[in-house]
């Protein structure tokens, strides 16, 4: 197998990957999609709610708010030594949203999430959360929680991730091992820790298949 860069900036990465079939290439992009973990917004306490969203559509807004994820101090919740539904510091991060409109209408955006850990917070503070009329007002606790794109999307590490056969020779042949991948990061994890998180995952599952079968003889 040989990987070349041929584009990368701060959140999107084209590789060329020769030497691998289809199925290859396909497993590496559903990985990244629904198996690398990121942290979203997955539990709310609403103190306090005037505006015209419902609480539920609140909840829902701020679950699809991209966050910053470390993901070398957290534990999957079902991975967590604590076995707790509520959490602990080892598997979960709050935050809080207080806002009020006073004399004129105030849009309320994601930098208004507080987290009680600088390292998980807002990919963006530019995200539209809220439109609040004078006199209301959202106050609110926010619980954040490692989890996987098959789960949800909200947990999804990228917005695009594709590939393509590379384009046809001047000799007009096709080259059948050789693919361009092409991957958009949320920002909530840097794109090449998202990449080596997949093709990890993928060489683990190797592993306990062979295992497996080596059981069955």
Same mark, same amino acid.
């Given at each position: 197998?040989? !990987?070349? @860069?041929?584009?990368?900036? /701060? =959140?999107?990465?084209?590789? !060329?990957?020769?030497?691998? /079939?289809? &199925?290859?290439?396909?497993?590496?992009?559903?990985?990244?999609? =629904?198996?690398? %973990?990121?942290?979203? @917004?997955? /539990?709310?306490? @609403? !103190?306090?709610?005037?505006? @015209? #969203?419902?609480?539920?559509?609140?909840?829902?807004? #701020?679950?699809?708010?991209?966050?910053?994820?470390?993901?070398?101090? $957290?534990?999957?919740?079902?991975?967590?030594?604590?076995? &707790?539904?509520?959490?602990?510091?080892?598997?979960?991060?709050?935050?809080?949203?207080?806002?009020?409109?006073?004399?004129?209408?105030?849009?309320? $955006? &994601?930098?208004? #999430?507080? =987290?009680?850990? %600088?390292?998980?917070?807002?990919?963006s503070g530019k995200i539209l959360i809220a439109e609040l009329a004078p006199g209301q007002k959202i106050k609110l606790e926010a619980y954040a929680r490692l989890g996987k794109g098959k789960i949800h999307a909200k947990w999804q590490p990228v917005?695009?991730?594709? $590939? /393509? =056969?590379? %384009?046809?020779?001047?000799?007009?042949?096709?080259?059948?091992?050789?693919?361009?991948?092409?991957?958009? &990061?949320?920002?909530?994890? %840097?794109?090449?820790? !998202?990449?080596?998180?997949?093709?990890?995952? #993928?060489?683990?599952?190797?592993?306990?298949?062979?295992?497996?079968?080596?059981?069955?003889?």
């Amino acid at each position: 197998m040989e !990987i070349q @860069i041929i584009d990368k900036t /701060d =959140s999107t990465m084209q590789l !060329i990957i020769r030497g691998v /079939d289809t &199925s290859y290439v396909n497993a590496l992009r559903r990985t990244m999609l =629904s198996e690398v %973990p990121t942290m979203a @917004i997955e /539990d709310v306490v @609403i !103190i306090e709610n005037s505006s @015209i #969203l419902h609480d539920e559509i609140l909840a829902h807004r #701020l679950g699809f708010v991209p966050l910053k994820t470390d993901l070398d101090s $957290y534990n999957l919740p079902e991975e967590c030594p604590c076995k &707790s539904e509520f959490g602990c510091n080892l598997c979960r991060v709050a935050l809080t949203l207080e806002a009020e409109a006073t004399d004129e209408i105030t849009a309320v $955006y &994601s930098k208004g #999430l507080q =987290s009680e850990n %600088p390292n998980v917070a807002p990919v963006s503070g530019k995200i539209l959360i809220a439109e609040l009329a004078p006199g209301q007002k959202i106050k609110l606790e926010a619980y954040a929680r490692l989890g996987k794109g098959k789960i949800h999307a909200k947990w999804q590490p990228v917005s695009t991730c594709s $590939y /393509d =056969s590379e %384009p046809q020779t001047e000799t007009g042949n096709n080259s059948h091992d050789t693919y361009v991948l092409s991957i958009e &990061s949320t920002g909530a994890l %840097p794109v090449e820790r !998202i990449v080596l998180e997949a093709t990890q995952i #993928l060489d683990k599952r190797f592993q306990d298949f062979s295992k497996a079968l080596r059981r069955m003889r």
